[in-house]
């Protein structure tokens, strides 16, 4: 990055342990700040952000808004999903009913997802 100019972060305490590289969802827990696993079976927990460094539960976790998500094996050009999995992505949008569809970014390369997490909706019968 330019001098002078910074990722965007954010602290948050981590609600559950999370790993390297996990998408996360941030939330409210009586006026503090959480980071726990984004995950598409849950409507509550949409993607905002990933980390970089794995981090046990209680301890903070620095949250990246911006940038490239790291990962290994991506398709150059194709679209992330959030994932069924907790704290994943996928190529394959969710379709099983209630399921979050939220496009996370597009792979530049093996292993960056440029990251511009998008609006969500919600697939119903």
Do not use: C
């Amino acid at each position: 990055m330019p001098e002078g100019v910074s990722a965007e972060t954010q602290v948050a305490e981590a609600s559950e342990a999370l790993a390297e590289n996990d998408v996360v969802n941030l939330w409210d827990d009586s006026g503090t700040l959480k980071a726990r696993k984004a995950d598409a079976t849950d409507d509550t927990k949409p993607v905002h952000g990933y980390v970089k460094e794995g981090v046990t539960l209680g301890n903070n976790a620095t949250v990246f808004t911006d940038g490239f998500l790291p990962g290994t094996g991506l398709t150059i050009g194709s679209k992330y999903f959030l994932s069924t999995t907790p704290g994943t992505v996928t190529t394959t949008a969710p379709s099983g009913e209630d399921e979050i569809v939220q496009p996370v970014g597009v792979a530049v390369s093996a292993t960056r997802i440029k990251f511009e997490p998008m609006p969500i909706y919600i697939v119903r019968a």
